[in-house]
């Protein structure tokens, strides 16, 4: 078996991936072609005519957030680093309390199609609309960045594509079926691609689950104790003295190695409350208590999941062994492709690698249809227009949006492949957390928060957090940086959460007493009441 991967840096039947990766999306284009017959209106394109129950909702929210890089890049960082990549599972499962005990459900309350609904109710619509939807479309943009670039980074692994211009390729068909997906399907057939892939990826990650534990007598001690030792016998530099079983191998180093996570993992609990694509997800059903329901099932999928990628990351570690992972063509990330192969041979990886192809499909369209509903919605209805345009011309801006989105990040994917990716979707985290969660938060508790406050938090959080990345260690000055060959990281933290997220609650607070600009007190009581109890909420948002 290990002669499949030594020679080439492949792992495999590039075919047997391909026709698996296939079939995958004839039924799915299947799926969305079906779906798209009841798309008729604006509720129906951008929401899914609010017709997905809690369970389903919950399926789709797991699809969307269990990206590629959670299946692939936190396996390969436990089997690596052991405890300390065990953390980004926390980290990861930790935020959805964050969005099921404060936003959810007063968000479902209040809005009608996108973030900006919320954050605009009760404060003046052009500015707050405008820098909800910059900070949406950036967000976006760095996640769906991450994705293709990722995408072709795994094609050399998964399909033995070693050529730049054939990984380039890839991404340019990834990027246009997720533009199929979107103006064929809208929310609806989005969703129910969501929901088929998040069972495929589940069902998949358990079924390895399961095989690893056989191999291992059912007991997780000797899986544990068969990685430690693994890693002991390693030659890779740096991995042999690890000790995978306690913390400190990727974090420990040093108080500025230590802090570093410390900020990573405050932007990883708070970004997920104030991610676009996940909260948009919360309109898409009938009612808040749905909402819920849908946050309670999304927090169950996922949890599951991360467990899996425990028994995954040191499964991988014991079987695989950590030289073999970071010798392979894809370094960490491909430490579940390889348990796979050597758990079920070339069947198992090619549906693994389908799997992972699939589930980088299904989240750039989640984000593609969230970035151009809050384009068409926030933009072209409630700022150009001034709500003054009826439900077909916003789908029509929408799907042209996409579009021209989707042409951007095939663009800038092949751009960034082989680039580190890592500081892309930290970037999306800590503008989320830093530019949006403190915004909603104030619009939906502080009766005196107003529009100068709101956008002092929002361009605060936004411009802070990319500026401080820009001249991080993620992006240069250190062998792992972007731009390996410059140096102008005067930033010592690769992720600036610990600095922009209280940066951007601050300035909420300064720009609403410095600003002095008062908001209408019955539409602050509406809100208050609207979000408590739900009365109200299936009226249209007022331009």
């Known amino acids: 078996m290990i002669s499949y991967y030594a020679a080439e840096g492949t792992v495999g039947n590039p075919a047997a991936n391909i026709g698996i990766f296939a079939l995958f999306v004839a039924v799915t284009m299947v799926v969305v072609i079906r779906a798209s017959r009841n798309t008729s209106t604006a509720a129906d394109y951008f929401t899914g005519g609010r017709g997905f129950s809690g369970p389903q909702n919950g399926i789709a929210i797991a699809g969307d957030y269990l990206s590629a890089a959670s299946f692939l890049g936190i396996a390969g960082a436990i089997a690596v680093y052991g405890y300390d990549g065990f953390l980004y599972s926390i980290g990861f499962l930790v935020a959805w309390l964050v969005a099921l005990l404060l936003v959810a459900e007063m968000l479902r309350n209040t809005g009608k199609f996108t973030m900006a609904d919320v954050l605009s109710f009760r404060l003046k619509q052009g500015p707050v609309r405008t820098a909800a939807a910059l900070s949406t479309l950036t967000v976006s943009l760095f996640y769906l960045l991450a994705q293709m670039a990722g995408a072709g980074g795994l094609v050399a692994l998964l399909l033995d ?119 948009m997800r919360f309109y898409t059903v009938p009612t808040a208590k749905e909402a819920r329901r849908s946050v309670v099932w999304a927090i169950a999928l996922i949890g599951a999941f991360y467990l899996f990628t425990l028994v995954l990351g040191y499964g991988a570690a014991a079987i695989v062994g950590p030289d073999k992972i970071l010798g392979a063509a894809g370094g960490q990330n491909s430490a579940a492709p390889l348990l796979a192969f050597e758990l079920g041979g070339v069947l198992l990886l090619g549906i693994i690698s389908a799997v992972a192809f699939a589930t980088i499909l299904a989240v750039v369209a989640g984000l593609t249809i969230t970035a151009s509903a809050s384009f068409a919605h926030d933009i072209y209805a409630g700022v150009i227009k001034r709500g003054k345009v009826d439900e077909f011309k916003q789908v029509r801006v929408s799907r042209i949006t996409a579009v021209v989105i989707g042409l951007l990040a095939i663009g800038l994917g092949i751009l960034a492949n082989g680039q580190n990716i890592a500081f892309l979707v930290a970037l999306a985290f800590a503008v989320a957390a830093a530019a949006n969660l403190p915004t909603i938060l104030f619009s939906l508790f502080w009766k005196r928060f107003n529009t100068t406050g709101a956008l002092y938090s929002m361009y605060g959080g936004l411009i802070s957090t990319i500026v401080l990345i820009v001249f991080s260690p993620a992006v240069s000055g250190s062998s792992t940086s972007m731009l390996k060959t410059m140096d102008f990281a005067w930033f010592p933290l690769s992720n600036p959460g610990i600095v922009s997220i209280p940066l951007a609650f601050a300035l909420g607070v300064i720009g609403t007493f410095v600003g002095g600009d008062s908001e209408d007190p019955a539409k602050a009581a509406e809100m208050e009441v609207r979000s408590l109890t739900g009365v109200g909420a299936e009226k249209a948002v007022v331009h």
């Open 161 to 279: 594509i070693q050529s730049r211009a054939g990984q380039s390729l890839v991404i340019a068909v990834v990027g246009i079926l997720m533009i199929v997906y979107v103006l064929v399907g809208g929310m609806k057939g989005t969703t129910w691609v969501q929901i088929i892939k998040a069972v495929l990826l589940i069902a998949g990650a358990g079924l390895m689950t399961v095989l690893v534990f056989s191999k291992f007598g059912f007991n997780l001690s000797e899986i544990l104790g068969a990685a430690q030792s693994k890693v002991s016998e390693a030659t890779t530099t740096g991995v042999a003295s690890r000790d995978v079983l306690a913390p400190g191998a990727q974090y420990g180093g040093s108080e500025m190695s230590k802090l570093n996570f410390l900020s990573l993992g405050l932007a990883l609990v708070l970004g997920t409350a104030g991610l676009p694509h996940v909260l």
